[in-house]
Structure formats: C-alpha cells, structure tokens
Nanobody, 128 residues
Framework: QVQLMESGGGLVQPGGSLRLSCAISGSTLDYHAVAWFRQAPGKDREGVSC????????YYADSVKGRFTIARERDENAVYLQMNSLKPEETAGYYC?????????????????????WGRGTQVTVSS
C-alpha cells in the first residue's frame, strides 16, 4: 500500500518561497504519477501540479505557471514542489496524491477522484 507524507509547509510572507516535499513509501516513483492539490477553508480542493511516472511529463494550473516547479528525486523516492512568489490567496492545506494509472498532460485538469492514495497534508500560510 502506497503511503505519502508531506512536509515543508509553514508561514511565509507574500512574495516568499517554500519547498514542499512528498515522501513515498510502499512503492516507487517509477510506478506512480504524483500530484499536488491544495484546499483552503470553505473551498474545493484544487489541482496544482502533477508529474508522470513514465516520462516525467508535467502539469501546472494556470494560476501557478512560472512560479511553481514540480520535480522528482528517484534516489529519495520523493517529489518536491518549489513555490515562489507566493500570494496570500494561496494559503491552504497542500496535499500530495499518487496513482499508478494517471498520466499528467499539460492541457489536462487535475481531479482528486483520479488519485487513489493521499497524504495528510501540510499547511501553507502566506501572510505578512
């Protein structure tokens, strides 16, 4: 059974940066696409970014293009989300999710229902 654990959240000022980590156990990155979602209080869960297992293809929501970067590190069996130029409205719980069948395409839309395994999340607060 795949288990995911997020870390790296915290309090950051507007315009600042954070790097989130998603550590994977019970399987490897070779077999799972990994995505990042976020959810603010009272709002729906939003797909932020995704990276495929086969060829490393990626997806970014329009709202984060040019500011966020997703990357995988096979030696560490982890996926990272570098977030730059953060905005107060990006305050949310950030969750990583994995699925063995999903393929991340640049023009796709991430849906939470497409991912079978989830971490518990890490809180990101963007505030001065």
């Amino acid at each position: 059974q795949v288990q995911l654990m997020e870390s790296g959240g915290g309090l950051v000022q507007p315009g600042g940066s954070l790097r989130l980590s998603c550590a994977i156990s019970g399987s490897t990155l070779d077999y799972h696409a990994v995505a990042w979602f976020r959810q603010a209080p009272g709002k729906d869960r939003e797909g932020v970014s995704c990276i495929s297992s086969s060829d490393g293809s990626t997806y970014y929501a329009d709202s984060v293009k040019g500011r966020f970067t997703i990357a995988r590190e096979r030696d560490e069996n982890a996926v990272y989300l570098q977030m730059n130029s953060l905005k107060p409205e990006e305050t949310a719980g950030y969750y990583c999710a994995a699925d063995p069948d999903y393929y991340c395409e640049a023009d796709s839309v991430l849906a939470a229902l497409d991912f079978r395994s989830w971490g518990r999340g890490t809180q990101v607060t963007v505030s001065s």
